[in-house]
């Protein structure tokens, strides 16, 4: 049961600085009992800069997809012909 809390405590970031808060606090951040209870990875600020940095890649990425069914020339009327291979 311990161990379910613990990964419903992992799911969210913002959980997640609790339950470290909270473990600071009773001083088992560093405790070699406990090795699992150390610091999560995810909240150090290379990977937070990593995951910031992905999020704007895959923006850019989406933006700059083009719409096919705009025509930049307005004065032809261009025929799509989709071929089945």
Known sequence: MFGAYQRWCRTTSTRVRFYEKMLDMCGLIEDP???????????????????????VNTMAAICSFSNPFISTDKEHLYRYIYFNC
Request: glycine share 4%.
């Open 33 to 55: 009992d406990s090795p699992k209870a150390g610091r999560h990875r995810e909240l150090e600020r290379a990977e937070i800069r990593k995951s910031e940095e992905a999020v």
